[in-house]
Each structure stands twice: as C-alpha cells, then as structure tokens.
C-alpha cells in the first residue's frame, strides 16, 4: 500500500490543478467561473485517473508485488471522484464554514478506518486500506453535497478555463515539489532494497505526517479562506500575512 499510495499521491499534487484555490481566491465567482474550475479539474483528474490505470502493469512489474494491481486501481478511482469532492469543499471554504467542513472529514475518517478494518478482518490485505480511502472519499462528499454551499453546480463550463489553468499552473508547481520531496523515498526503497522498508519507512513518517496534517495543513485552509476575504474586502494584505505565518510558525515550532 505505500508503494501503491506514494505512486498515486504523485500524481493527486496535479489533480484538481490549483482550482479549489482558485475559486477560494477569486474576487466574485458565478456559475460559468464554477463550471470552468469544474471542467479543468475533470479533465486533470481523468486523464491522470487513466494514466495510473495505465500505468498499473508496469509498476508491477518494476516492484515485482502483483498485489500492487489491485491498491493502484482502487485508488485511481479516487481520481474520478476528485473533481467533485474537490468542488463542494472549495466552495465551503470560501464561504469560511470550517466547522462543517472539519465535521464531515472526521466523519469521513472514522468510514475510512472503519472499512479498513472491517475489510483486513476479512482477509482483503492492502486492498483494504484503499478500500478504506475511497470509501472515506465518498463518505466526504455525499456530506458536503448536503452542506449545500452556494453556486454549487455540476454544469461544466469552458468561458474562463484559461484563467483558471494560468492561476492553477503556479499551486500545482509547488504542490508536486511537496509531494516529490515526501514520496521519492519510499518509491526507492521499494525497488532498491525491499516493498517491506518502504513500509516502515512509511509507518516512521507517518507520525510527522499527521501533526504536519492535523496542523500545518488545517491552519493553512483557514488561513487562505481568511486572507483571501480580507484581499476582497480591500484590508491590509501585508499585515495579515505576517500575522498568520509568524502564528503557523509558532505553532508548528
């Protein structure tokens, strides 16, 4: 599974190719500026869906683990839902509703482990912890969908893609950069020494992983909903700035 998910996680940095922060971002957004996000994010995430299923035998092979066949197809599932799961929770943000938005993804941790676990009672191996994360996906979104944040629309639009493109190029850029930097590890300890040290090497990080998750990641949403209304508002953009990286700071110190 971690050979499986540091392959995939590659390829979710491209994904929804900077759109949710587009429309956090945005000064106003009507419903074509919403179709469009929608429209580069399907695109985005089909095509890299597609690509890892096609890339699927030869990643068995290169690892020489049949059981890799089965995780990397499920989670490449997960691609087709992205666009929108992706959607929903952007809107939420922009509209600073954390606190449904921090109800249904712990909710849709608790599906996620609890299918896990039901899943490898029965025998399902790995498959289970990417039985698991798409079952969590799903869970997550069906939850957002009932939030019903407003402009909601699943009508795909092709007005403003290249706004949105130009604007998601730079957030992709720095988010794969991210994930190269956490994930290259693990995929050259599976075919340089063994699947099983990419698997503790997995488990070892995963503790920083979860604080940078709990914390850094959390207090960044927030912070970007935040920043981006006072930018709309016309408030002192410098100011806030330092403000919220000196508290991301010290926090994470």
């Known amino acids: 599974f971690s050979i499986a998910a540091a392959s995939a996680a590659l390829l979710y940095a491209l994904r929804a190719f900077g ?38 035998p030869l990643l068995v092979r290169l690892y020489g683990e049949n059981e890799l066949t089965p995780v990397l197809l499920i989670l490449a599932a997960n691609f087709f839902l992205t666009p929108y799961l992706r959607l929903a929770a952007s809107l939420l943000s922009r509209e600073e509703r954390f606190n449904t938005l921090a109800r249904n993804g712990l909710i849709g941790a608790v599906a996620t482990t609890g299918s896990s676990i039901a899943f490898a009672l029965f025998d399902a191996g790995p498959t289970s912890l990417a039985l698991g994360v798409t079952i969590g996906g799903v869970v997550v979104f069906i939850l957002n969908i009932k939030a019903k944040p407003k402009m909601l629309s699943f009508r795909c639009s092709t007005k403003h893609w290249k706004l949105v493109s130009r604007f998601g190029g730079w957030i992709t850029a720095a988010s794969l950069s991210a994930q190269l930097a956490q994930r290259s590890p693990e995929m050259v300890l599976g075919k340089t020494i063994s699947i099983e040290a990419a698997g503790l090497y997995d488990k070892a990080g995963s503790a920083v992983r979860i604080a940078t998750t709990l914390i850094d990641v959390s207090m960044k949403s927030v912070m970007f909903a935040a920043a981006s209304r006072e930018r709309r508002q016309g408030e002192d953009e410098k100011y806030a700035y330092r403000y919220r990286i000196s508290m991301l700071v010290s926090v994470l110190w």
């Open 19 to 56: 759109t949710d922060a587009y429309l956090i971002r945005a000064e106003s957004i009507d419903a074509e500026q919403v179709g469009s996000a929608l429209t580069v994010s399907m695109v985005m995430s089909f095509s890299l869906g597609t690509l890892l299923v096609i890339s699927t």
